[in-house]
């Protein structure tokens, strides 16, 4: 227990683990959800910020639990793990590697459901990866499991120590000499409840292995596996089941497009530690979360949907109806945040996401 400890507080690890044009509000929202912005946002942020309709299932208005605190109005179903790595311009192969070639059964553990390690990448014709800003997290590992006990057995466990050098000095040593050489500073830790999944079935790895064997050559980053886009919120205080409300009484159709994988609306949970009732270090409440198989499907989807919204008329400028003086609050401390990822090591369980 106690090397679980020293590698958790000296190394910061706690496994979790594009090329996109401006985005008009409608891709963001249906017009239920757009109603809660003020008109001012609505506009500013439909044409300075790229909006994207990560898509968002259906839950039964019944279903939602109006004893639950002002800030959460939807049940959890899953728990998400992301460490963000700020990865060092020129080291992003050797990053990759140390992350191919680790020890690990996480596929195979009671309650893991999907994980793979984002690489972002900047707005281009071609997939960039991020090298500009080692102040920016470049990679972030994501897991996600059926619930918080699933991932606390996981810390607790030998699978844990297997991952993180294999439960020996040397190995820990090894470990935190590679974070030193590919990555500046330590890994921020990010801790959700996700809500609201809409997912296909899985693949996972044919001969068992919990873990993806994966050969590159020397120098070479990982090849893509998926393609992850994330829309980050900052969600006022009390405004947060509303948000959520929202979200869960839109329709989707999201398993209808080739390509789609899973879905999932994430609410934060936790700063350094899960449910310490910390702020958020980056000032996100919620995020939503889709992966696709690649960037083609996406993009496809995106298309379709731009031009569903605008035969309906959506996105057009002007606040919805109703809003105005004296209509409903903005319910953002700042514009949201999109963010597009291509995902490596991507290993999937038998019921998805």
Partial sequence: MTLTRSILAIAGVALALPHLSQYSMSEAFSPSVQSLSSSTTTTTIGQQHGMVADGMTTTPIESIDENRPDDTAVPTSRFIVQNRFRVKSGREAAFEKRWADRKSRLGNLPGFRFFCMMRLVTDGDAATTAKSNDDEPNYVSSTVWDTYANFDAWKKGDAFKEAHGGGTIGGVASMLLATARNTKGKPKPAYWEGL????????????????????????????????????????RPGMGGAFETRFASRESSLK???????????????????????????????????????????????????????????????????????????IYTRPPVPSFYEGILALESAPGL
């Fill in 196 to 235: 609201l999944p809409s997912t296909i079935e899985g693949t996972p790895p044919s001969d068992g292995e919990g873990w993806r064997a994966v050969e590159v050559e020397e120098g070479m980053t990982l090849p893509t596996d998926c393609f992850i886009a994330m829309n980050r919120f900052a969600v």
């Fill in 256 to 330: 209808e497009y080739d390509g789609f994988v899973g879905f999932l609306l994430f609410r934060r949970n936790g700063n350094k530690q899960p449910g310490d009732g910390g702020e958020p270090d980056d000032g996100c409440t919620h995020s939503t979360f889709s992966v696709w198989k690649d960037r083609d499907a996406f993009a496809a989807w995106r298309a379709d949907s731009a031009s569903k919204a605008k035969a309906k008329g959506e996105g057009k400028g002007g606040p919805p109806k109703g809003e105005g003086k004296g209509g409903p609050p903005n």
